[in-house]
């Protein structure tokens, strides 16, 4: 008969079934979210407080957008309102410029789609420097 007490073995927490469940859980996350962005916007469109614009408009290539959707190229009209021809005529007309930055004059009453659609035409073409058209607000702050 052995009476003498047994050694106390230190208590040892053994980690990997929580590894396990930490992995499956960060699978099911991964699995599980969706990382579609939104496709609503919620915009506020800012008014201009600028009383002179930030650079010379005779250096920029101005289009311009009636409300039915009529594009224009310093107050030529676009033939072709598709969006090849659009960005065709918008390369054409910066051929003999030095700078490549446009300024977009969009009615009040353009349909979005139209804005969008010159704004995919620049960025087809590599124009980064895109300057959009703003009434002056006169009204008090």
Not at 35 to 46: C, G, I, S, T
Not at 55 to 78: N, W
Request: charged share 20%; proline share 8%; glycine share 2%.
């Amino acid at each position: 008969m052995n009476l003498r007490p047994h050694p106390v073995e230190p208590a040892e927490l053994n980690l990997t079934p929580l590894i396990d469940v930490v992995f499956l859980l960060l699978i099911f996350f991964m699995l599980s979210t969706s990382f579609e962005r939104p496709l609503e916007l919620d915009l506020q469109l800012p008014t201009s407080d600028q009383s002179e614009p930030a650079a010379s408009q005779s250096e920029l290539l101005r289009i311009s957008i009636d409300r039915d959707s009529q594009f224009y190229l310093d107050d030529a009209p676009i033939a072709s309102a598709d969006r090849s021809g659009l960005a065709d005529a918008i390369a054409a007309a910066l051929v003999g410029r030095i700078n490549d930055s446009v300024l977009i004059e969009a009615d009040a009453q353009t349909p979005h789609q139209a804005v969008m659609w010159v704004l995919d035409a620049l960025r087809f073409l590599g124009i980064e420097q895109v300057a959009f058209a703003a009434i002056q607000d006169t009204a008090p702050p």
